[in-house]
């Protein structure tokens, strides 16, 4: 069965400043999709980055982006100048492609939740 | 507006007192399932389905039912509800095939079972 562990339970950072927040993955399967949402205090669910296994390149969306490790199964999301509107849960995710039994389930990760300093 | 819904937002019942939880969407997905999150142990899945009258258990399904008689509908339901299963519930749809994948939340239901 797949996991996801999220180390860091907790982080901050200054606004403006360059965080990178941890994931990683098990899995023996060799396509496979990985998501991080996003929380805010509204408890709102939001899609930040989304990246499948095949693609070596790694996502970028505006000032988010990650580093994909393929071989270590290691899936960080790196948020630059950061802004208090970041303070969230962070939730990382997997997902496996496919039509039938737990094929197309996320499991998520327990979380690591980001609080940006003013 | 894409979008799903749950009601109630909030709710809080006694123990035994049979609730349900609606879940709607309305961007014709084939697959919805339900969530449950709570502290220290991020999202768990409850149930899910992958069409009408296709439903299934996820990792955590003791203690509720859910049925799809409609493809826009998903209601959970709590038959004998206990103190365990106060939580935040939420509600995801996705296509079946295609679109990478992504979900889409609903705003999530506070429960609280006394």
């Known amino acids: 069965a797949q996991t996801v562990t999220q180390s860091q339970p907790e982080m901050s950072v200054q606004e403006a400043e360059t965080v990178t927040l941890s994931c990683t993955y098990d899995?023996?399967?060799?396509?496979?999709?990985l998501f991080w949402y996003k929380q805010p205090p509204s408890r709102q669910m939001i899609l930040v980055i989304r990246?499948?296994?095949?693609?070596?390149q790694n996502a970028t969306e505006n000032r988010f982006s990650v580093n994909f490790q393929k071989a270590a199964k290691s899936f960080s999301l790196k948020i630059s100048d950061s802004q208090l509107g970041d303070t969230a849960m962070y939730f990382c995710?997997?997902?496996?492609?496919?039509?039938?039994?737990?094929?197309?389930?996320?499991?998520f990760g327990k979380g690591t939740k980001l609080s940006v300093k003013p | 507006e894409a979008q799903v819904t749950q009601n109630p937002r909030y709710l809080i019942t006694v123990t035994g007192k049979k609730l349900t939880v609606t879940c709607s969407q309305n961007?014709?997905?084939?697959?919805m399932s339900w969530y449950r999150q709570d502290p220290g142990l991020g999202l768990r899945q409850i149930y899910y389905?992958?069409?009408?009258?296709?439903?299934d258990k996820g990792d955590v399904p003791e203690g509720y039912k859910v049925s799809r008689k409609e493809k826009r509908n998903f209601p959970l339901i709590l038959e004998s509800p206990s103190p365990n299963q106060t939580s935040l519930y939420f509600c995801?749809?996705?296509?079946?095939?295609?679109?990478?994948?992504?979900?889409?939340f609903g705003p999530g239901t506070r429960l609280t079972v006394t």
């Open positions: 995801a749809s996705r296509r079946y095939r295609g679109l990478l994948g992504e979900q889409y």
């Open positions: 899995t023996s399967e060799n396509n496979y999709y």
């Open positions: 990246q499948e296994a095949y693609k070596q």
């Open positions: 995710a997997f997902m496996k492609p496919g039509y039938g039994g737990s094929q197309g389930n996320l499991i």
């Open positions: 961007m014709n997905h084939e697959y």
């Open positions: 389905s992958m069409n009408v009258e296709v439903t």
